[in-house]
């Protein structure tokens, strides 16, 4: 059985400080990885997706980056955190291009930036 | 862009009443896929529906919708509602099913009260 493991659960930092949040899937190999960020109240909004290592494309900036640096695992980083970058980060994965829609997803991290 | 509107932010009913929760989308992608999550407390978001072929009803754990490509809708029924279903339930779009990019809808919290 597949499982996704995101860390860290929960984070309080420092604006203008740097971040680093991670996910790591087993049990399926080379799938297409997802982060997406929901704000307090807020939609699930798709930040970036990597159909395969070292390869991430962005689909909304947020001044965030992505990397992907092994087929299961899956970074999301910044070097300065805003105060808008709080909120819920989730990533997820998918079987493959051909089920793009039907998601996996991770516990999430809990991101608070002050 | 495609877009995806959920008008109810909350749904209150008393249990052993019928469910219905509204979507519809925008999207000029004519084989776009069509999806519910259900996302409970303290829990990750899961697929609780995908879209079959339009006009066509898909059923899952007593959850039911039906794809109507004429008015851009993918309602979420239930004949009956219980306790265990109050959660946030969204609506999310695939443009097709070999892209990777999905988009939510702002989401419907459900709350079933005895």
């Known amino acids: 059985a597949q499982t996704i493991h995101q860390w860290p659960v929960a984070e309080i930092k420092a604006v203008g400080s740097p971040l680093s949040l991670g996910c790591t899937i087993k049990g399926k190999s080379s799938p297409n990885l997802y982060w997406y960020w929901q704000a307090t109240g807020g939609t699930l909004q798709q930040l970036f997706y990597s159909i395969t290592v070292g390869q991430v494309e962005s689909v909304v900036q947020l001044n965030l980056s992505a990397s992907r640096p092994k087929d299961d695992q899956f970074i999301l980083s910044t070097e300065k955190l805003l105060l808008s970058h709080s909120g819920f980060y989730l990533c997820?994965?998918?079987?493959?291009?051909?089920?793009?829609?039907?998601?996996?997803f991770g516990e999430g991290s809990k991101l608070t930036v002050l | 862009g495609d877009s995806v509107t959920q008008k109810e932010g909350l749904v209150t009913l008393t249990e052993g009443l019928p469910v219905m929760l509204n979507c519809t989308y925008q999207t000029i992608y004519s084989n776009a896929f069509l999806f519910w999550y259900v996302h409970y407390l303290n829990e990750s978001p899961r697929l609780l529906l995908k879209s079959s072929t339009d006009n066509k009803r898909t059923e899952h754990q007593g959850f039911h919708a039906t794809l109507h490509k004429s008015s851009s809708s993918f309602h979420l029924q239930k004949s009956s509602a219980q306790l265990s279903d109050s959660a946030l339930y969204y609506c999310a779009l695939s443009e097709s099913s070999n892209t990777n990019k999905v988009v939510f809808g702002t989401g419907t919290r459900l709350q079933v009260l005895p």
């Open positions: 997820a994965w998918s079987i493959d291009w051909t089920n793009t829609g039907q998601l996996y």
